[in-house]
């Protein structure tokens, strides 16, 4: 059955450094990744989309690749924030088609 | 504006207790959906709408009924509750049916205590 891991439960990084997160991806070949943010009590928030024919994908300091071959995605903050502080989501497309599974997340935690 | 709102934001009620949480979506998505995030905050599809039809259901217990009676609103219905159903419900929305390249739009989540 398709499995989404998402290896770090917490990490923790001081500000100013990159912080990356890891999505892997089994028994799978999903043609979009997704990645959400999502904060205390709030609902996820989208962050990025990539497509399997593109390796790479900006949006300000984020950055996220995507490794069909190696079935995994990589997000990236550089420059990070304590504002940056929250749970990150990666997720994809199930096998029919018709909703979104999500990776257990990854919760950021920057220190000033 | 709110883009997918839902009600209450927070429910206490007793075992064997019935409950409905509300959605609603003003961003003219086809499809809708309920997702459930337990204590370790694993969030796991429950059921998805597109055009009032049902298109999912992950092994879901049937004492949950999703209700739709527009593209813009669906309803969770909750029979005979158990401890077990504490937790965080989200409602979420989408362009097209599924969200195989468009994003997805969640509410604030409904934190659903069973005492």
Same mark, same amino acid.
């Given at each position: 059955?398709?499995?989404?891991?998402?290896?770090?439960?917490?990490?923790?990084?001081?500000?100013?450094?990159?912080?990356?997160?890891?999505?892997?991806? !089994?028994?799978?070949? #999903? %043609?979009?990744?997704?990645? =959400?943010?999502?904060?205390?009590?709030?609902?996820?928030?989208?962050? @990025?989309?990539?497509?399997?024919?593109?390796?790479?994908?900006?949006?300000?300091?984020?950055?996220?690749?995507?490794?069909?071959?190696?079935?995994?995605?990589?997000?990236?903050? !550089?420059?990070?924030? #304590? %504002?940056?502080?929250?749970? =990150?989501?990666?997720?994809?497309?199930?096998?029919?088609?018709?909703? @979104?599974?999500?990776?257990?997340?990854?919760?950021?935690?920057?220190?000033? | 504006?709110?883009?997918?709102?839902?009600?209450?934001?927070?429910?206490?009620?007793?075992?064997?207790?019935?409950?409905?949480?509300?959605?609603?979506?003003?961003?003219?998505?086809?499809?809708?959906?309920?997702?459930?995030?337990?204590?370790?905050?694993?969030?796991?599809?429950?059921?998805?709408?597109?055009?009032?039809?049902?298109?999912?259901?992950?092994?879901?217990?049937?004492?949950?009924?999703?209700?739709?009676?527009?593209?813009?609103?669906?309803?969770?219905?909750?029979?005979?509750?158990?401890?077990?159903?504490?937790?965080?419900?989200?409602?979420?929305?989408?362009?097209?049916?599924?969200?195989?390249?468009?994003?997805?739009?969640?509410?604030?989540?409904?934190?659903?205590?069973?005492?």
């Amino acid at each position: 059955s398709q499995k989404i891991e998402q290896n770090s439960e917490a990490l923790n990084i001081q500000e100013g450094k990159t912080a990356t997160l890891t999505c892997n991806y !089994t028994n799978y070949s #999903p %043609a979009y990744l997704q990645w =959400y943010r999502q904060d205390p009590g709030r609902g996820p928030v989208f962050l @990025l989309l990539i497509r399997e024919n593109e390796k790479e994908k900006r949006k300000e300091r984020l950055k996220v690749t995507f490794d069909t071959t190696l079935k995994q995605s990589l997000f990236h903050i !550089t420059a990070s924030q #304590p %504002a940056d502080s929250a749970t =990150y989501l990666c997720a994809l497309i199930n096998q029919a088609g018709t909703a @979104l599974i999500f990776g257990k997340g990854t919760t950021l935690s920057v220190s000033s | 504006d709110t883009a997918v709102s839902q009600t209450p934001k927070y429910l206490v009620t007793q075992m064997g207790n019935d409950k409905s949480i509300k959605c609603e979506q003003n961003l003219g998505h086809d499809t809708m959906y309920w997702y459930k995030q337990d204590s370790k905050k694993f969030l796991k599809i429950m059921f998805s709408y597109n055009n009032k039809e049902l298109i999912i259901n992950e092994t879901v217990p049937n004492r949950f009924s999703p209700k739709s009676p527009d593209k813009a609103h669906l309803n969770l219905h909750i029979n005979s509750l158990e401890l077990g159903d504490s937790a965080v419900y989200f409602c979420a929305s989408s362009l097209i049916r599924g969200v195989m390249n468009t994003e997805a739009f969640f509410g604030q989540g409904t934190r659903l205590t069973v005492v």
